[in-house]
């Protein structure tokens, strides 16, 4: 069954440091997402991206946030400048449409310290 | 916006135990809705999904049904595994109308299952 593959499956970062999640959708997929989750809290959207472009983005995705596809493969979250609150899972998703459902990766443990 | 309420947890029963974990929401027009599944220390995995009202979901034993008059989508399984332990989380489509965003998953709190042997 295909999957959504993310790397690193955990990265450790100091504070201010800058942090690129690595995610490999499904390959016919259209749609791609990002999710996190703070530990023990509800999972949360942070933005979604089709067609090469941000097609919605929540409150949490700020200017330190930013997304890319660079080589029709690859989708990245970037986190400029890292804060401590920023420590979460990190779920990349992608959908052929959104009425089937989201493939969801296994997730990067982002800890910031 | 659009939102979704779970029951809460942590929800303890012996295995081969009834199991219903509720699940009501708030949409303006008929949604897709969805179940998800994690288990500890993996991402998420898609349980099931209902498309329209008064569709049945179904997979692994597990089902809910799109009732469009009580705003709800339980997930039901009639004989839980200790294998079941995990967290379940409903969730629905982000409304594009209501301002939440055209894309995404709103989900709710999520429900921590465990299962005795």
């Known amino acids: 069954e295909p999957e959504v593959t993310q790397t690193p499956s955990h990265q450790v970062t100091q504070m201010g440091q800058e942090v690129i999640l690595r995610c490999v959708p499904i390959s016919n997929h259209l749609y791609f997402y990002w999710y996190r989750q703070i530990l023990g809290q509800k999972v949360e959207f942070l933005v979604s991206?089709?067609?090469?472009?941000?097609?919605?983005k929540s409150e949490i995705f700020d200017d330190q946030f930013s997304v890319e596809r660079p080589d029709g493969s690859n989708f990245t979250l970037k986190i400029r400048s890292t804060k401590l609150e920023d420590s979460a899972m990190y779920f990349c998703?992608?959908?052929?449409?959104?009425?089937?459902?989201?493939?969801f990766g296994s997730g990067t443990r982002l800890t910031v310290v | 916006g659009d939102s979704v309420t779970q029951m809460e947890g942590p929800v303890t029963l012996s295995e081969e135990a009834f199991l219903t974990i509720n699940c009501t929401y708030t949409?303006?027009?008929?949604?897709?809705l969805f179940w998800y599944v994690q288990y500890p220390g993996e991402g998420l995995q898609l349980l099931l999904k209902a498309t329209k009202a008064d569709d049945k979901g179904s997979n692994k034993g597990f089902e809910a049904t799109y009732r469009k008059e009580t705003t709800s989508f339980h997930l039901e399984k009639g004989s839980v595994q200790v294998s079941d332990s995990a967290v379940y989380f409903c969730a629905l489509p982000q409304n594009m109308y209501s301002g939440g965003g055209a894309d995404g998953l709103t989900f709710g709190k999520g429900t921590h299952l465990i299962i005795q042997p």
């Open positions: 991206f089709y067609n090469n472009e941000i097609s919605e």
């Open positions: 949409a303006t027009g008929y949604p897709s």
């Open positions: 998703a992608s959908s052929e449409n959104r009425d089937y459902g989201y493939t």
